[in-house]
């Protein structure tokens, strides 16, 4: 298989998944792939005519779950899973602030298996005591355990007739110790996604040194740093994945010392010890420390040769200028390198691997960013899919709090640099296109990720559309063409300057992470889901509400919100039970949807959509 080829399927094939028709998506990862494009191109029952239907079949509410702990980390979920001799159609696994992880039943709603991964003498953090005053688990009562995405390896499966009978869930929780003084844990698990039992464990830590600079990841950073960030798996021929963890902070200047940090680690062949591989930080030198890892709770994405894409928050730069293809990502005025403010191409490679940056991009206004608090990192990258044909064909997206997009040509040297001058080196950027206000320019974009959709071969040149819901924005959909067009103002790759389409609805801050889904690659009729959660926002907390929209259009199909009209709104019953939680995605997978929430006596629910 050809590298173009590789490129293009590397979020469809998930290697020993199941291949049975129409329950054949394993969703093992943030937005369902490492390109972080949010495409399910394989969901032949949540049709548009099943989403609008109010007569027979149609989507409604058909589970809430009661579970412990508020649900931020998205659900994941794999079909055809052999449990205790029974075949299960598909199993959602869950994961939670009070630091449980859960394994249901889709079809029935039934808990299969459940962890806590609390161990004696110690509880979850608590937002409101914990955090200096930072409340970011909002709302009430803020308890602080799972809080970025996990991710499953499934790639050592060998279930027979098309069902999963082996795997590894990975997870980060945070744990302190109830006796004084307390000391703060954050722990990596790797769990049986089959029986739920724990295969090996590591509390996490290191050093990171450059020869004149180390720096210790110990308790009072375990306690700083936000682990809200996805984790991904790089495969590894033969072996277990590099599982890589990120984090931010909590609240910034509340909370410091806190770093951008990046730490791999891996499950030994007999899946019974965890090591850590390599560990990173992303702005080392700058006493101010900064650069946070946490892209809207998105992960770092991954191309088909195991690069790693990412974007950092708010700190110092001291790369040099340089111009493309010349890029010089480790030159700098000063050693280490300080990568604040900067998207950036990484490589774990070597023996001991090692992470190593081989190209960047920062802005050339990374100071006065720096000083209104709209960091490039606040939002996710997004690997577009392959161009075969374009110019050219390997390409990036991705807006912050600025909300202006950019698009980064991803091949080795051409990503940007640092221009120092007024102007950035990108294929394109769109200033201010996802931000409701322009004058001042003040935290007024993105606090998510964006999503992908394509059908067929594009007609009229174009290959397909990206769509960013921002933070008092209604959702807008970018119509993408890889050899320009009149309304792109570029000769080669570049979006639409302005939006192809938006939906009627605004949503209310931080703004929805979008997700697509449709029956087949070659269909026109694919859905944008969202979560409107800006009762999240409240310290008491409201309703979070599911919106479906046409594709194509940004039509409503359908919405749990009793003022969506003229949407398709069975009833009040429909609506997700719990309070809304910042940053959640829905998942789409296999003819449901699942929406994570937090409130109630258990303090969680899983709801689960589907038709029937």
Known sequence: MGAAARAQNIDTIVTGCPTTSGNNVCYTTFQGGVSRRGFNPNEPTLTQAMVTATTGKHLHKQFSIQINGAVYAQPLVLPNVVISGATYTDVVYVATEQDAVYAIDAATGKIIWRDNLVPTGYTSLNSSTDMNGCTTILPPPGDI????????????????DNTITSGVLYLVA?????????????????????????????AIGGTYSNGTVSITFDS????????????????????????????????DSANFPYNGWMMAYQLNSAQNALTQTSIWTSVPSNTSYEGGI???????AL?????????????????????????????C????????????RMQLAGTPPTFSVQDFFTPFDW?????????????????????SSGNPQNLLAQAGKEGSIYLLRVDKGYMGGYNGGNADQVIQYLKGAVCYQITPVVECGIWGAPAWWTYGTGGTNYSGYAYWGAKNLPILQFKFYPNGNTCTGTTGAGFCTTPSAQSAHTFGWPGPTPTVSSPSNASSKGIVWAIDTRNASSQNGGPANLWAFDAATLTCLFTTD?????????STADQPVGVAVKFTVPTVANGKVFIGTTGGPAQGYLNIYGIN
């Not at 100071?367 to 161009?387: T, W």
């Not at 009793?562 to 069975?570: E, H, N």
């Open 303 to 331: 191309d088909s040769s195991g690069h790693i894409y990412l974007s950092t928050g708010n700190g110092d730069v001291n790369v040099n200028v340089s111009t493309p293809p010349n890029d010089k990502p480790t030159s």
């Open 174 to 202: 945070r744990t302190k110790t109830k006796a004084s003084p307390v000391t703060y844990v954050q722990t990596l698990y790797a769990i049986s996604v089959i029986d739920g039992s724990i295969k090996a464990s590591i």
């Open 367 to 387: 100071k006065s960013r720096n000083n209104f608090d709209y960091d490039l990192g606040a939002g996710g990258v997004m690997l577009l899919p392959f161009q």
């Open 294 to 300: 946490w892209q809207g709770a998105s992960g770092p």
């Open 333 to 344: 005025s000063q050693t280490p390198c300080d990568y604040g403010n900067s998207i950036l």
């Open 145 to 160: 355990g799972i809080t970025g995405t996990p991710v499953i390896d499934i790639s050592q499966n060998t279930g027979t």
């Open 220 to 251: 009072d950073y375990a306690h700083n740093q936000n682990q809200r960030g996805a984790l991904v798996a790089i495969p590894v021929t033969g072996q277990n994945p590099q599982v890589v963890i990120t984090w931010g902070a909590h609240c």
């Open 562 to 570: 009793g003022q969506g009209a003229p949407c398709t709104r069975i």
